[in-house]
């Protein structure tokens, strides 16, 4: 199965931006759907941005207009860029296939802080 790193996170200020990376170990050029999660203390694990193979995404309506979520087979990688971060946005980021995230597999994820 492929293996997968997120890096990008950290702290930054309302307003900032901030790019998420998620390296695979192999390529993600078969993978139908990639998505990116986020989960903060007290709530769900939420969906914020998916892709598919044909670059068709989707986002949740909170962060419409402000996420771009985009992929790079060449690179194994899928990335995430986070625009006009509101302290709501606060959360640990985590990439997932949909079929690993249906099985409820999950890497490390990347912490994201949004200061007021």
């Known amino acids: 199965q492929v293996q997968l790193v997120e890096s990008g996170g950290g702290p930054v200020q309302a307003g900032g931006s901030l790019r998420l990376s998620c390296a695979a170990s192999?390529?993600?050029?078969?993978?139908?759907?990639m998505g990116w999660y986020r989960q903060a203390p007290g709530k769900q694990r939420e969906k914020v941005a998916s892709?598919?193979?044909?670059?068709?995404?989707n986002y949740v309506d909170s962060v419409k207009g402000r996420f771009t979520i985009s992929r790079d087979n060449a690179k194994n990688t899928v990335y995430l860029q986070m625009n006009s971060l509101k302290p709501d946005d606060t959360a640990v980021y985590y990439c997932?296939?949909?079929?690993?995230?249906?099985?409820?597999?999950w890497g490390q994820g990347t912490q994201v802080t949004v200061s007021s």
């Open positions: 892709i598919t193979s044909g670059d068709r995404t």
């Open positions: 192999r390529s993600i050029s078969s993978v139908n759907v």
């Open positions: 997932n296939p949909n079929s690993r995230a249906d099985i409820g597999f």
